[in-house]
């Protein structure tokens, strides 16, 4: 498959723009006036890798569509090990948002739900047996716990002024919240081919750019602010609840990116010839069988004739 490469471009395209994001953050905190560009050109650099990705994702992906095969989840145990992080993560920062003064009672409920089922899926990784088939409804909670996630930290921004915050970590989790969405289905067994090929799309989308907001929240968090007025105003508060979040996301990350590659490597030697190329195929092998059967039909005619000839020196014999 084509798709199992989408890798490389990701982690280059990581590196580029990531990198560049990072560093701009890193001058920006010290006081500096920014890195080697602007700081909005280093956005929007950041952003152009991130949708190039995103294109290529969906080109390997157009590609492969033709190849069929139906794979359960693999046993893998570092794939269950930073799943079971993750889901430890975002358990205790539902837990600690319950205990704070102000809770949102409806996210917590989300994020202990959503959590117990990844939970349950890492345990999928450790021993190879899927159980959530068994129960396919369940598998929804952790794409909905995302979107809850999704729609308070829109909520958060629209406090803010866009101009004077970044918006990448929304970005961020909306590609969580598509490879979240497809990583279900593949448990709950549903459209099993279309399930691997956009869950690895989105996966990779948001392993870019989930590495890189954490590390820039890393930064903004626990390094010596003095940020530049107009260039990076956006402050982020070291608080218990930040950095599980934080660190859930790169163990999220991590997790996307193992359970994405295994998938595709198993599927890259499983998949098969659509149905279509088979009949295909097939039709292409009748007039080699219809040639053949003319041939047999001729045979029988050619022994009448030889039976006439047979015939014609009995009935002179019998006019003598």
């Not at 295994?262 to 039709?283: C, G, Q, R, V, Y």
Request: hydrophobic letters at 50%.
């Amino acid at each position: 498959m084509k798709l199992k490469k989408l890798w490389i471009p990701m982690l280059i395209l990581t590196v580029i723009g990531g990198g560049i994001k990072i560093c701009d953050t890193v001058f920006n905190v010290y006081g500096s006036n920014g890195f080697i560009f602007n700081s909005t050109v280093c956005n929007a650099i950041f952003m152009v890798s991130a949708a190039i990705l995103l294109i290529m994702g969906w080109v390997l992906s157009i590609i492969d569509r033709k190849k069929m095969f139906n794979i359960q989840p693999p046993k893998n145990i570092l794939c269950g090990l930073f799943g079971f992080m993750s889901s430890l993560m975002i358990i205790s920062g539902g837990i600690i948002e319950f205990l704070s003064e102000a809770p949102n009672i409806a996210h917590c409920i989300l994020s202990l739900a959503g959590g117990g089922i990844l939970l349950l899926e890492s345990c999928v990784s450790f021993t190879g047996h899927n159980t959530l088939s068994k129960l396919p409804v369940l598998s929804l909670l952790v794409p909905i716990w995302c979107c809850s996630r999704f729609l308070v930290l829109f909520t958060e921004y629209t406090h803010r002024s866009v101009a004077a915050t970044e918006m990448f970590d929304i970005l961020a989790v909306a590609a969580l919240l598509m490879f979240l969405f497809y990583h279900s289905m593949f448990f709950a067994g549903l459209n099993n081919t279309a399930a691997v090929r956009k869950s690895a799309v989105y996966g990779m989308l948001y392993v870019s750019l989930g590495l890189t907001v954490a590390a820039d929240l890393f930064i903004k968090m626990f390094m010596p602010s003095n940020a530049v007025a107009n260039i990076d105003s956006q402050v982020v508060v070291p608080t218990l609840s930040n950095i599980l979040a934080c660190s859930g996301d790169i163990a999220l990350c991590i997790y996307a990116l193992i359970f994405n590659l295994s998938n595709l490597h198993i599927a890259d030697k499983t998949f098969t010839l659509p149905e279509e190329d088979d009949i295909e195929d097939k039709k292409e092998d009748e007039p080699a069988e219809e040639i053949s059967e003319d041939k047999k039909d001729e045979k029988p005619a050619e022994e009448k004739t030889d039976d006439k000839k047979e015939d014609k020196p009995l009935e002179e014999k019998s006019d003598k």
